[in-house]
């Protein structure tokens, strides 16, 4: 094992974030902003160079919580010029005709945005300073939580990089690794859920010149009690379609072994959807099958240095399009706690773990809830006669 490396730059070990996807890129522009060094280290490829993220979501529903914390580092313009409004919910139920149900009042929407096109913004904005670097393809292996020294296995060079950081961030996802050295840490409290439905991506087309072949400007859903599908628009005039359902049982992604059990499934269940997805069988088979967790823990730091955001300290399912929101809202939160606490990194990751939990949970049970209300609430006549009272 290589010795500590202490940072090459003058001063203070620099501000270490493990893993760059969303919450960590912005959070590395954060710290820069504070006028930190900042080395982020991500397990995968360089995302700008390599297609890396087959089966996660293609895009996420970006709302205000999380527009918000973008905004505060300059970068609401430009975010919002890759984003698509969404002003309702498009229900398409079994007989009918499709009918919107509107998000709130007039005016008021969430937005589609590109997973990667977000997360390559992100990226290239945090690299745009001087004092910030990425390394990829160098996942975190170990923590020493007291040091606030982090671990990597360098892939490429077959080396150990150990790393000492003056505040170390893990945002490294739902199955983090930071998260996993905290757990084994002294009376540490961890739960973890995972729901019997899982998810699967599909697509929709655009049609003949770059034409939506369904309305734009919505979220589409087709609630059908056990399961659902759902649909987000892209730039391209593509929609990502999003199968949600069982792992097991009748109905069920077990229970659709062959091309001909996935055709007759669509036909009968989303006939609208199904006229316009001519790759569906193709991508049925190709694409993973993803699992849903809901995580909790607490706390979210140890001792002077080190802590954990976003999915790392709060998975949660993604029926509320809070996960990503609640994991940039953290960004904007810690920087404000290192604001008020006038740089004190030890006692603004303690309030941070104080005074985030309750939210983080809160949406946690929300998520949960709202799986009930898209894939079958929002298909009872009592569900949408209550939504044209709300709006009266
Ligand atoms: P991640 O995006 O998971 O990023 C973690 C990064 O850390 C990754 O790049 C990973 O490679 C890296 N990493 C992992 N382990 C290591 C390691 N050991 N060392 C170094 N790096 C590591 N949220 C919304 O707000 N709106 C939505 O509409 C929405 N839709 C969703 C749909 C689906 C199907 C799913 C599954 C999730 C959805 N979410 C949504 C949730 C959202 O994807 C997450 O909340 C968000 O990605 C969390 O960001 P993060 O940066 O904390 O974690």
Aim: proline share 6%; net charge negative.
């Amino acid at each position: 094992m290589s010795d500590v490396q202490a940072y090459p730059g003058p001063g203070e070990p620099p501000c270490v974030v493990v893993g760059g996807g969303l919450a960590g890129s912005l959070m590395a522009i954060y710290m820069a902003r504070r006028g930190h060094p900042v080395e982020v280290y991500e397990a995968r490829p360089d995302m700008r160079r390599l297609q890396v993220d087959r089966g996660r979501s293609i895009n996420l529903a970006l709302s205000t919580r999380g527009l918000h914390a973008l905004a505060a580092v300059g970068l609401e313009d430009e975010v919002r010029q890759m984003c698509i409004p969404m002003h309702g919910r498009m229900i398409h139920p079994m007989e009918g005709e499709p009918h919107l149900q509107p998000y709130g009042r007039a005016g008021q929407y969430i937005n589609s945005i590109s997973r990667q096109g977000l997360n390559e913004l992100l990226m290239n904005t945090a690299e745009a300073r001087d004092q910030v670097r990425f390394h990829f393809d160098i996942p975190c292996v170990d923590v020493d939580l007291d040091e606030g020294v982090a671990h990597f296995d360098d892939r490429e060079k077959g080396e150990r990089v150990v790393r000492e950081a003056s505040i170390l961030i893990g945002a490294d996802g739902a199955y983090s690794a930071v998260r996993q050295r905290l757990q084994r840490s002294g009376r540490y409290n961890y739960e973890q859920a995972y729901l019997s439905h899982g998810y699967k991506e599909l697509s929709i087309p655009a049609g003949p010149q770059g034409k939506y072949l369904i309305e734009k400007n919505a979220l589409h859903i087709w609630p059908r009690h056990d399961f659902m599908l759902i649909a987000l628009p892209n730039l391209d005039a593509t929609f990502t379609v999003t199968l949600f359902m069982a792992f097991e049982g009748a109905t069920s992604f077990e229970a659709l072994k062959t091309p001909a059990d996935v055709e007759a499934f669509f036909k009968r269940e989303f006939p609208d959807a199904y006229a316009l997805m001519p790759t569906l069988t193709d991508d049925f088979f190709a694409n993973p099958t993803g699992s849903l967790v809901t995580i909790r823990c607490a706390p979210y730091h140890h001792g002077e240095r080190v802590m954990i955001l976003g999915d790392a300290a709060h998975a949660v399912v993604p029926f509320y399009g809070q996960g990503m929101n609640a994991a940039f809202e953290d960004c904007f939160v810690l920087n404000e706690l290192l604001e008020r606490e006038d740089g004190d990194v030890g006692r603004a990751i303690a309030a941070f773990s104080r005074e985030r939990k309750d939210d983080a949970d809160a949406i946690g049970h929300l998520a949960l809830y709202n799986y009930f209300e898209m894939r079958s609430a929002v298909a009872s006549p009592y569900f949408v006669f209550r939504k044209k009272i709300e709006r009266v």
